[in-house]
């Protein structure tokens, strides 16, 4: 190791002032290249940040859900578990280019089913409050959020 | 002849490192500008349309007779040099579940602000049981 060193020095004084130069630019290439790989983590950490939980589109979604139960029709929705109704009702009152995932649970927070719109992300999504439905055919009431997403 | 030649590698290495690295600073630089700057243009849009459902509140007479103002000055926005758009939508439920639209008030009608602008959306259920829609969208003037 320490041969190698001297010879390396030796050839450093031997190159002469052409050489120094070229070494120069050499360090300056590195640290370019430093700066280059530096950059790009940063940028590549920045882009994968996750995007921030949209706290207005959750409260939209709370409004869709008592603007829907406010002639019951959301009870009937959940009972029925049309598929075709739903689209056509909650997807009139989601803003264009968004998409969107009811979910329905029991009491105890346990998940009954639960219907998502084509394209929804649960990683670009706000959701409501939960919000309790009651029905006259079943006496247990239902846990409802309406999860929206860019 | 040959030390003129390594020279002018050396420099053309040297060149083609530094553009590189000032090319990938100034796109680091413009994505954290993004960053700073959609919240900014988000939060205008957010308190647009906060003071607007603040105007009109609940009241279903207030909102039918409400006509979107797109000018900034109108609003406690303190961004200045926004462009505006609004739009608000109003619906009925019927109690079969089918909604009906019932109006769109939109403005300004001819200069949509395109793909670019930050949007806020907002909702409220008012007295008479239609609900409205409301989407503010903000773009740097």
């Given at each position: ?9 030796v ?22 290249v430093i ?5 790009a983590?940063y ?5 994968n940040?996750?995007?921030?939980l ?13 603007f ?6 959301l009870?009937r929705?959940?009972?029925g578990?049309n598929?075709l ?20 649970y029991s009491?105890y927070w346990?998940?009954n ?8 992300d649960w ?8 919000y309790?439905?009651?029905s006259e055919?079943n ?7 309406l999860a929206?997403?860019? | 002849?040959?030390?003129?030649f ?9 060149v ?5 690295s ?5 796109t680091v630089y413009e994505?954290?500008?993004?960053g700073?700057?959609?919240p ?6 957010c308190i ?8 009109n509140?609940k ?10 103002i ?5 609003y ?7 462009e505006?758009e ?7 439920i019927?109690?079969s579940?089918a909604v009906t639209?019932l109006?769109?008030k ?10 670019h602008a930050q949007?806020?959306v ?8 239609t609900f409205?829609r ?7 003037g």
């Amino acid at each position: 190791m320490a041969s190698r060193m001297r010879s390396a020095i030796v050839l450093d004084i031997s190159c002469g002032r052409g050489c120094k130069g070229a070494s120069l630019i050499f360090d300056c290439v590195i640290a370019c290249v430093i700066i280059i790989v530096g950059l790009a983590a940063y940028s590549s950490l920045v882009a994968n940040m996750p995007p921030e939980l949209e706290q207005g589109l959750g409260k939209y979604a709370t409004y869709v859900l008592t603007f829907l139960d406010s002639k019951g029709c959301l009870a009937r929705l959940i009972e029925g578990r049309n598929s075709l109704a739903m689209q056509k009702t909650i997807g009139e009152l989601i803003p264009d280019g968004m998409s969107y995932c009811l979910c329905v649970y029991s009491p105890y927070w346990e998940l009954n089913w639960s219907f998502a719109s084509q394209g929804f992300d649960w990683r670009n999504a706000a959701a409501s409050s939960p919000y309790l439905v009651s029905s006259e055919s079943n006496p247990e009431p239902y846990l409802v959020t309406l999860a929206i997403s860019k | 002849m040959d030390q003129a030649f390594e020279a002018a590698i050396a420099f053309a290495i040297f060149v083609a490192a530094f553009s590189a690295s000032q090319y990938t600073a100034i796109t680091v630089y413009e994505s954290s500008l993004k960053g700073l700057y959609e919240p900014k243009l988000e939060s205008a849009a957010c308190i647009v349309a906060s003071e607007i459902l603040l105007q009109n509140g609940k009241s279903s007479e207030k909102w039918s007779s409400w006509e979107p103002i797109c000018q900034p000055g109108n609003y406690f926005s303190p961004h200045s040099g926004v462009e505006l758009e609004i739009k608000a939508t109003c619906y009925s439920i019927d109690p079969s579940g089918a909604v009906t639209k019932l109006w769109i008030k939109h403005g300004p009608p001819l200069a949509p602000l395109g793909r670019h602008a930050q949007k806020y959306v907002s909702g409220a259920v008012l007295d008479d049981g239609t609900f409205v829609r409301l989407e503010v969208y903000a773009k740097d003037g």
